[in-house]
């Protein structure tokens, strides 16, 4: 479920800043960092049988500490938390985006394999190199 929602606090950011063809200045940056927050007040007081807010708020905390909102570390970071920002970032960059083309999967896997256990988890990262070289699964 949060896979599917985890980027519902966008719909408070201005849709100017969200399809901006260029870089975003500063304040437009602090600005796209506070939708996790936002993601997470709008569904924290929906029951789920899982954590689904606070992987929404965390799924932009990379494994060293330099991700946001909370600047948070390894582990104190949610399993489920750092596999969807490895499926997150893979899918970002694989994709069209305003302010640049897609940049292919294979630049996708390269930057997850780079960072592997500095920004992102080697236990999910492992596992979607796994999928993606062993052809059973596809972006599309």
Avoid: W
Avoid at 11 to 26: A, F, M, N, R, V
Avoid at 97 to 113: D, F, H, N, T, V
Wanted: glycine share 8%; net charge negative.
């Amino acid at each position: 479920m949060a896979g599917l929602i985890h980027d519902v606090g966008k719909i408070q950011i201005p849709t100017e800043i969200l399809i901006k063809p260029d870089h975003l200045s500063e304040i437009e940056f602090v600005m796209i960092k506070m939708h996790p927050r936002i993601g997470y007040e709008i569904v924290q007081a929906i029951e789920f049988p899982y954590p689904v807010a606070m992987i929404i708020l965390q799924h932009h905390e990379k494994m060293d500490g330099s991700g946001y909102p909370s600047g948070l570390f390894g582990e104190d970071i949610l399993l489920e938390a750092r596999i969807l920002a490895v499926a997150d970032i893979v899918e970002a960059m694989s994709s069209h985006r305003p302010y640049r083309p897609a940049l292919g999967i294979g630049k996708a896997l390269e930057e997850i394999s780079k960072h592997k256990g500095f920004l992102y988890d080697p236990g999910p990262v492992n596992a979607c190199l796994k999928l993606f070289y062993e052809k059973k699964f596809k972006l599309k």
